[in-house]
């Protein structure tokens, strides 16, 4: 059973970026000039990158840890609130953050957005929320007896977390940390748009090469530096956290049993609070500034239309790739599954024009392009929802051949139950942030393809500035629908 | 659930229109062939004449559809391409690609006259620097006020290596600068609230209020004055002279269709054409047209003088130039 279809095909798609460039870059002689300014460049991009991952993880984790403690009414609806940011397309949150905290804002003056500190708020706003859920879902993949058992010996707080809470989180960490890593490694609006022009990462001098200069060669030498350079600092963050085996559970938590002390109370609300302090403003800025000008015309229908469906095969080939890949223990398969982020989407998709430009233009290809493009950006984050009840199934297995379950049933009965909501989780990711994606269309050319995220850009580009934020409104309210409808089916026993 | 959105996908590949009569394949930018652009008008008045059928090929921008083209090369599929400007003339006429276009240029009205017989224009815009009035009573009255003006008000503006108003604004300074644009570029900065990737993201944060002017074109407080009815935006008139962008049409010589193409750029500069410019691409148009323009645009300001680069000129320093903006800024 050990096929490796998915990291073939992977590799496969990569190459197909990569090799015309390649040839490129070896019919130029390999004379490549880059300045100096380059370490500026590359320091900068690692600096804010880190400040991000730093500010989005211990916060995520910190939040996550208070939700799994406290059950309250709205704990599912503020989970499903966080699932929203992964939406919304970069340019609305900066002007959602500007709405907050900018010149005509509500809190003139607080801190200034231009400069860095914009560019973390708005990578905060991105990827907290999502390393929230993501350590959530871990943390509740503990068996309901390890708890159990914690409360029963009178474990401490800090041996509850270290003996149970910790290993878990720490399945989910490397794979968590690197995709906010490379995601803001990568960031390009944002970065521009509140960085200004002294604010130049990797990925603007890797556009501008590709754009202005029109010099691939010059672009995929950058994009091998920042390949070389992102695959070396995965591999650090994943020999720093080796990986434990997960529990064998076939029921998840569901109640905690230590009686919490007030100081513990107190402690996570004041988290919880601060954690939807960061998140729902700004969602509630698209709210507030979209509602008044929500509109549904024929382009709206047609826009979320074909939005729906290419992001509906997008997570599906995403959900595909990323289930064997989630299983996979080796680094190789690591690096793969996160391949998608590593390579700057405008070199992949430079190369794979080159190649299959030849065999037309119509509209099925694009639209397979795109499919293609937006998968591979959500593999990351499919593995990372699948991977800590993969590695649980893994403790299955002796038991499952020992019984003879096999085949349908072993799908039926171990499972499937156990995968449910990870699945859930780890396919509405990727149908939310394909909905959301501007790149792949940008890149590729819309040859006539309209998505909600285009029409946005459209009504942006022609001083429809207030249609537009009716357009970001039903985009996020879609995304809501959605990740209402996963969560009921993720949470449905089996 | 699947099943329905699989057959729903299936279908609208497959139902697009069978392609029984000649299709002209224009590369254009996407705000041109977009539901809101002029691509859907200018598409139907041609059909009706050419018993053909338009196929728009949508990029980014300008210097995406310049890119596109060198990637395909030969093998374009394009028989026309529509939406460059002269900064980019010179590396389009460079590939090899373009043919003579076969109309008489005296039809085409542009500032400075025309003479090009590869290229065409179909618009042109002078760049302006917009201001909000109710935010700023005294806007500066030329490049070089701006440039040392009170720190306290800021503009907004877009990047010259991804946008093509910050590479007007880029050459409009070394116009006016020449040697000394990098000191320019110094002064101007604490003026500059930031420097978006579009001229999008840059005209939002504007009308959101994040700053009393932004570089734009002189044509934008058109749009606010004819469907907004505000005439709080409005254009600075700059003691300099304005650059100028102008747009341009072109079509490709190996391409199969290349009557239907010279016949396509026969129509760009007639009024079914040039109607469909003032108020969608909200551009000047770049011929007669048949309908008067919308009333905003007596209102808007007549720049003194035309300031532009011959395409070549950009074509040789654009990559040094951008540096030393770059150095500038940092």
């Known amino acids: 059973m050990k096929t490796r279809i998915p990291q073939l095909i992977i590799l496969f798609a990569l190459t197909l970026g990569v090799a015309p460039l390649l040839v490129l870059l070896v019919e130029s002689g390999g004379a490549i000039h880059i300045e100096t300014t380059i370490f500026s460049v590359l320091a900068f991009t690692l600096e804010q990158a880190a400040l991000s991952t730093l500010l989005s993880v211990v916060p995520g984790i910190t939040v996550a840890r208070a939700l799994a403690r406290q059950n309250f009414a709205g704990r599912q609806l503020l989970l499903a609130l966080f699932a929203l940011p992964m939406a919304v397309p970069a340019i609305v949150a900066v002007l959602g953050v500007t709405a907050l905290i900018g010149n005509a804002g509500v809190l003139p003056g607080l801190i200034s957005p231009y400069g860095l500190a914009g560019i973390l708020i708005v990578h905060v706003f991105f990827n907290f929320p999502m390393a929230t859920r993501l350590f959530y879902q871990a943390l509740q993949s503990a068996p309901q007896e390890a708890y159990k058992l914690a409360a029963q010996l009178g474990f401490s707080e800090s041996a509850t977390f270290w003996q149970v809470e910790w290993p878990l989180l720490k399945i989910a960490l490397p794979q968590v940390a690197a995709i906010i890593f490379l995601l803001c490694a990568a960031s390009f609006v944002a970065v521009l748009t509140l960085g200004g022009a002294s604010a130049t990462t990797l990925e603007v001098a890797i556009y501008q090469s590709l754009r202005m200069d029109f010099d691939p060669p010059r672009a995929l030498a950058l994009c091998l530096l920042q390949v070389a350079l992102c695959t070396a600092l995965i591999g650090f963050a994943q020999a720093a956290f080796a990986q434990d085996r997960g529990f064998g559970i076939l029921r998840a938590t569901r109640f905690r049993y230590a009686a919490q002390s007030k100081v513990a109370l107190a402690a996570d609300w004041f988290t919880i609070t601060l954690g939807t302090v960061i998140v729902l403003p700004v969602l509630g800025v698209i709210l507030w500034r979209g509602m008044s000008h929500l509109h549904f015309t024929a382009l709206t229908w047609r826009g979320l239309g074909t939005s729906l469906c290419l992001a509906f095969a997008s997570a599906t080939l995403a959900l595909i790739l990323g289930r064997p890949l989630a299983k996979a223990r080796d680094s190789a398969s690591r690096v793969l599954s996160l391949s998608g982020l590593i390579m700057p989407p405008a070199v992949l998709a430079t190369g794979w024009f080159l190649v299959l430009h030849k065999l037309g233009d119509s509209l099925a290809l694009t639209a397979c392009f795109i499919i293609a493009l937006n998968s591979l950006i959500a593999l990351p984050y499919v593995v990372a929802a699948l991977r800590a009840r993969q590695m649980q199934l893994a403790a299955f297995a002796n038991l499952q051949s020992n019984l003879g379950i096999s085949g349908f049933n072993a799908w039926r009965i171990v499972e499937w139950p156990l995968l449910r909501s990870a699945t859930t989780q780890a396919f509405l990711m990727a149908l939310v942030l394909s909905l959301g994606d501007l790149t792949a269309i940008t890149l590729l050319g819309s040859s006539g393809i309209l998505t909600l995220p285009t029409l946005l850009h459209n009504e942006m580009g022609h001083y429809r500035g207030a249609d537009a934020e009716g357009t970001a409104l039903l985009l996020l309210l879609i995304c809501g629908g959605l990740t209402f409808a996963a969560q009921k089916l993720g949470q449905r026993d089996a | ?330």
């Open chain 2, 1 to 330: 659930m699947k099943k329905l959105i699989l057959t729903l996908f299936v279908t609208a590949i497959f139902s697009l229109p069978a392609a029984a009569k000649d299709v002209l394949t224009i590369y254009t930018y996407d705000s041109f062939a977009g539901d809101y652009g002029p691509g859907k008008a200018v598409k139907a008045a041609f059909e009706k004449i050419c018993d053909c059928e338009i196929n728009y090929v949508a990029l980014g921008d300008g210097v995406a559809v310049l890119n596109r083209l060198k990637l395909e090369g030969n093998e374009t599929k394009a028989d026309v391409v529509l939406g460059l400007d002269t900064n980019l003339t010179a590396e389009a006429q460079a590939t090899g690609l373009f043919g003579k276009h076969g109309v008489d240029v005296k039809q085409a009205l542009v500032p400075g006259g025309w003479s090009d017989d590869t290229f065409l224009p179909f618009d042109y815009g002078y760049f302006a620097v917009v201001y909000n009035s109710e935010m700023m009573k005294n806007p500066p009255k030329s490049l070089d006020e701006l440039v040392n003006g009170d720190a306290s008000q800021k503009i907004v503006l877009e990047d010259p290596r991804a946008s093509t108003p910050g590479l007007g604004l880029m050459l409009w300074m070394k116009q006016i600068y020449g040697d000394k644009a990098a000191d320019a570029w110094k002064k101007l900065k604490p003026r500059i609230l930031t420097t978006a990737a579009s001229w999008d993201d840059a005209y939002a944060l504007f009308t959101k209020g994040e700053a009393p002017m932004v570089f734009s074109y002189v044509t934008s407080p058109a749009y606010h004055m004819e469907v907004e009815k505000t005439d709080k935006y409005q254009a600075a008139n700059f003691a300099e002279g304005h650059y100028l962008q102008i747009e341009v049409a072109g079509l490709i010589e190996v391409s199969p269709h290349k009557t239907l193409a010279q016949k396509f750029m026969a129509f760009v500069l007639t009024p079914d054409f040039q109607n469909e410019i003032p108020a969608t691409n909200w551009m000047m148009p770049a011929a007669k047209t048949s309908t008067p323009l919308p009333a905003a645009f007596d209102k808007l300001v007549k720049p003194a003088k035309t300031l532009l680069y011959l395409p070549e000129e950009v074509a040789a320093h654009r990559r040094e130039w951008i540096d030393e903006w770059q150095k500038a800024m940092n």
